[in-house]
């Protein structure tokens, strides 16, 4: 295990907030053409943080449109304008079916049958919701993002079927069902896990259809860097090493949370935006949105960790202060965090303005369902 003065080194030099970019990204071979042998990248610029404003949280669930109470006056117009609980439904239909479709039962049953298990066990979908949002905001269709969309859910499952296992996070519900290691024995967990993230690459190449080669070439790119040694697995592996040590600060919590979490999501708008035939302009824009996002998702992951019970979170509740990790509530307060999310929400819609107003409802609207999520 690394020593804590390595990691806290390794943070300081890789944070997203930190630096300019986080991973160098395929996306310029859109805008800029390779030239003979010479390769044009571009880097990325992070947003800073900005000043903590005071508001508290509420809650609601993953199928109700926010009420008047739970969403702010400047948002008030466009969420009550726009049906998302009607938005939310049609899209994880047309998701679950996809998903249902792309992974078919067949020789060897038992691998398939485990990553259908974890793959359809429900959830609340944000991510493939994400990703076919941002590529209609930049004038896509469904269609277009679709199979990038279940790539991601594809490879958000095997996140959460690895992180299940006992080497890792050791737990035994997810999603109100048993983990898989639990059903089919920890070898084919992490093969049905391995299986899942294969074919997500496979499923994007070959089933991505009305969009150039170049951008699904760049989509591909983005979705691999998001999950690589620089962005979820760097997560994972600081994560680990932080586990029970009693000097993990902010910063190390941040960037396990910036790549562990909010790396995927960052991918899944991302994604959608290449793909939807985005400007690099607004590539770049969503793609601080999605940062602010996937930050705040895990901000009030570590808030409903403390607040709510296992049977509503269908997980297991307060597993992060049994294993003593650190989280956001126990670093700032339950308050501060709370505080700390909702500036991050103010910072994501804010990022919006300049996007046709009702094609970036349901990202607005996303935006407000996860800062106020239940479970």
Request: proline share 6%; charged share 20%.
């Given at each position: 295990?690394?020593?804590?003065?390595?990691?806290?080194?390794?943070?300081?030099?890789?944070?997203?907030?930190?630096?300019?970019?986080?991973?160098?990204?395929?996306?310029?071979?859109?805008?800029?053409?390779?030239?003979?042998?010479?390769?044009?990248?571009?880097?990325?610029?992070?947003?800073?943080?900005?000043?903590?404003?005071?508001?508290?949280?509420?809650?609601?669930?993953?199928?109700?449109?926010?009420?008047?109470?739970?969403?702010?006056?400047?948002?008030?117009?466009?969420?009550?304008?726009?049906?998302?609980?009607?938005?939310?439904?049609?899209?994880?239909?047309?998701i679950?079916?996809?998903?249902?479709?792309?992974?078919?039962?067949?020789?060897?049953?038992?691998?398939?049958?485990?990553?259908?298990?974890?793959?359809?066990?429900?959830?609340?979908?944000?991510?493939?919701?994400?990703?076919?949002?941002?590529?209609?905001?930049?004038?896509?269709?469904?269609?277009?993002?679709?199979?990038?969309?279940?790539?991601?859910?594809?490879?958000?499952?095997?996140?959460?079927?690895?992180?299940?296992?006992?080497?890792?996070?050791?737990?035994?519900?997810?999603?109100?069902k048993l983990t898989n290691h639990k059903v089919f024995g920890e070898d084919v967990a992490v093969l049905a896990g391995d299986s899942l993230l294969a074919f997500a690459f496979e499923f994007i190449a070959t089933s991505t259809i009305g969009v150039s080669p170049t951008r699904i070439l760049a989509a591909i790119g983005e979705l691999a860097k998001s999950i690589g040694a620089e962005g979820l697995v760097a997560g994972q592996v600081v994560d680990l090493n932080c586990t029970g040590m009693s000097n993990v600060g902010l910063d190390e919590l941040e960037f396990i949370h910036i790549h562990k979490t909010a790396a995927l999501l960052e991918a899944s708008v991302v994604l959608g935006a290449i793909l939807g035939g985005g400007d690099e302009q607004q590539v770049e824009k969503l793609r601080k949105f999605a940062r602010c996002i996937g930050l705040l998702f895990q901000v009030v992951d570590d808030i409903l960790d403390v607040t709510k019970s296992s049977m509503e979170l269908g997980k297991t509740a307060g597993k992060d202060l049994v294993v003593d990790k650190a989280t956001y509530p126990k670093l700032m307060g339950l308050e501060k965090s709370r505080e700390f999310a909702d500036k991050l929400k103010e910072e994501a819609i804010d990022l919006l303005s300049g996007f046709d107003e009702g094609k970036a409802a349901p990202l607005v609207a996303l935006t407000n369902y996860i800062a106020h999520r239940q479970n």
């Open positions: 295990m690394r020593s804590m003065n390595l990691v806290d080194s390794w943070v300081q030099t890789c944070s997203m907030f930190n630096q300019p970019s986080r991973c160098r990204s395929l996306i310029g071979l859109i805008y800029n053409p390779i030239k003979k042998n010479t390769p044009n990248f571009r880097n990325y610029s992070s947003f800073p943080l900005r000043q903590i404003q005071q508001r508290p949280v509420s809650s609601s669930t993953v199928s109700a449109i926010l009420t008047k109470e739970e969403t702010d006056s400047s948002n008030q117009q466009i969420t009550t304008q726009f049906d998302f609980n009607g938005y939310m439904l049609l899209k994880a239909n047309s679950n079916k996809a998903l249902d479709d792309a992974v078919v039962l067949r020789d060897p049953p038992t691998i398939h049958e485990a990553m259908r298990y974890s793959l359809l066990a429900g959830g609340k979908r944000v991510r493939p919701v994400l990703c076919i949002a941002s590529c209609e905001l930049v004038g896509g269709g469904e269609s277009q993002a679709m199979p990038a969309a279940c790539a991601v859910e594809m490879i958000h499952t095997m996140s959460l079927i690895h992180d299940d296992l006992p080497c890792m996070d050791n737990d035994d519900l997810r999603r109100g």
